[in-house]
Structures are given as structure tokens and as C-alpha cells.
């Protein structure tokens, strides 16, 4: 599924689907804004697509000839139950962004003129995943469950007129948008997601030393371990010190 991103502008997949009408009463590509829609755009070039679905008595973002996309930015667990029944009718892609980098454009109050840009890095990456799987293992390496990780850069439109947040000086965000595709991950295998743990980690494994090689702090390597023994990758094989060790699983 990686193809379908690399070269595809998003102004061409807003411009591909416009002519696409979602299926499900008041629920529409034009009246979504954001990220999600635009993702969601992005899955809908492909040939045979169906936008706002009712499969199997759910709704679903983008029907494809092959499998059923669902994009979700946030608390992938909310939807666990969801994509695993979808499951059950055809295999599902649950297309996951994570933000690594956003611009920020700040506009004056008074004349609407565009007073600054910055970019600004956020500590997220690849593994930031984990924050979510943690919450919802059993989509993780399922049959018929397919994910895409999507590092995404974000144009993020501020206005300082002093009714936003303190951690953002007063700025009131107007609009968060997709401003690039930066890298996808597939994972569609339990082989694809244990090719994570560096091969040349040797087992059992433990989350100081995966941290250490995937270069990632030790709570969050603890997530995907954990992870990955909730959805049966790994086992459990008892401890060093205080840390817990784990192997692969005889059906991993």
C-alpha cells in the first residue's frame, strides 16, 4: 500500500475524489477538514473507491476492490472492536499519521496578513505508535489487520488574538492540514512487525537494550514489548533484576 503515497499530491487527491459522493447521509469529504480528510483523500485515489461506506452495518472511510481503509489520528483502541469485526468481511488497513514536524503560520489579528512561519519539531517518531498500540494490542499482528504508519508534516494556521491556550501564547489554532507525506511504514505480517526488534538483538529481550538499539527511550521500547506479548508475538521469560524478558511466541 506504500505506492499509493509516494508522488501523490494532495491537491490531486482532494481533486481526484471531488467527484466521489460519500454514501453515508451527512457525512462528506468536504465537510471534513484536516489531516483526516486529507488522508482519507489520499487512500481514495485508487480506482473502484467508496468514500463513507456502510459495510457489514459500519461506517467505513475509503472501500476499496481489496481491503477496507480506515484512517484513525487518535486512540486507535476506540476502534479495536470496529476493525476487527470489518475484519471478518475483508482485510482492513488502519492508517495511522504521526506528526514529526509542523509549520506554523501566524496571521495578524487585525488585517488577516501573514505576520511569521517557523517550523517547529515535535519529539514524536516512528515508535510514537506504541503510546497508541499499547491501548489496543489485539489489532496488532491480527489476520486481516494491516497498518501504515505515515510521518506527516503539518501547516498549522495560528491567530494571536488571546483566546488560545497559555502553552501556545494566546494563539487560537484556525486549522491544522496536511502539508506532506514524509515517509510510510507498512506492517501486514506478523513478520513485518517482529522485523522491528533489531536482528541483531539477541534474545531475551528487554527494554533497556531494544531502547538502546532502536535508539528510543526504555519506557517506550517497555510499550512495544508489551505490546507485542499482548498480541502474542512474544512471551513473557522471566526477569532481570526488575525488568521483564521476552521471547518469541512458537505461532511468531
Not at 471531488?18 to 485515489?45: N, W
Amino acid at each position: 500500500m506504500e505506492y499509493i503515497l509516494q508522488g501523490v499530491s494532495i491537491d490531486y487527491a482532494f481533486e481526484s475524489v471531488s467527484t466521489i459522493v460519500a454514501e453515508s447521509p451527512g457525512i462528506g469529504l468536504y465537510a471534513e477538514r484536516g489531516l483526516h480528510a486529507a488522508l482519507k483523500a489520499v487512500y481514495a485515489t485508487r480506482p473502484g473507491a467508496r468514500l463513507e461506506a456502510r459495510v457489514a452495518g459500519k461506517i467505513v472511510d475509503v472501500v476499496l476492490p481489496d481491503e477496507f481503509v480506515e484512517v484513525q489520528t487518535r486512540n486507535i483502541g476506540s476502534i479495536s472492536e470496529k476493525i476487527l469485526h470489518l475484519a471478518c468481511v475483508k482485510p482492513v488497513r488502519i492508517v495511522h499519521p504521526i506528526v514529526v514536524e509542523t509549520i506554523i503560520e501566524r496571521i495578524d489579528p487585525g488585517d488577516g496578513s501573514l505576520a511569521s512561519t517557523r517550523k517547529a519539531k515535535t519529539r514524536r517518531d516512528f515508535y510514537s505508535l506504541f503510546d497508541e498500540l499499547v491501548r489496543a494490542p489485539l489489532v496488532v499482528a491480527s489476520p486481516n489487520v494491516r497498518f501504515d504508519v505515515v510521518l506527516v508534516r503539518v501547516r498549522e494556521l495560528r491567530v494571536r488574538d488571546g483566546s488560545g491556550s497559555w502553552r501556545k501564547r494566546g494563539d487560537r489554532v484556525l486549522s491544522r492540514d496536511l502539508a506532506g507525506i514524509m515517509a510510510t511504514t507498512s506492517l501486514d505480517t506478523q513478520a513485518d512487525w517482529l522485523a522491528l526488534i533489531p536482528a541483531a538483538l539477541e534474545a531475551p529481550y528487554e527494554s533497556s537494550a531494544l531502547g538502546a538499539a532502536l535508539g528510543i527511550a526504555a519506557p517506550r521500547a517497555r510499550k512495544v514489548l508489551y505490546t507485542f506479548a499482548k498480541a502474542g508475538l512474544l512471551r513473557e521469560a522471566g526477569k532481570s533484576g526488575n525488568r521483564k524478558l521476552y521471547m518469541k511466541t512458537d505461532r511468531a
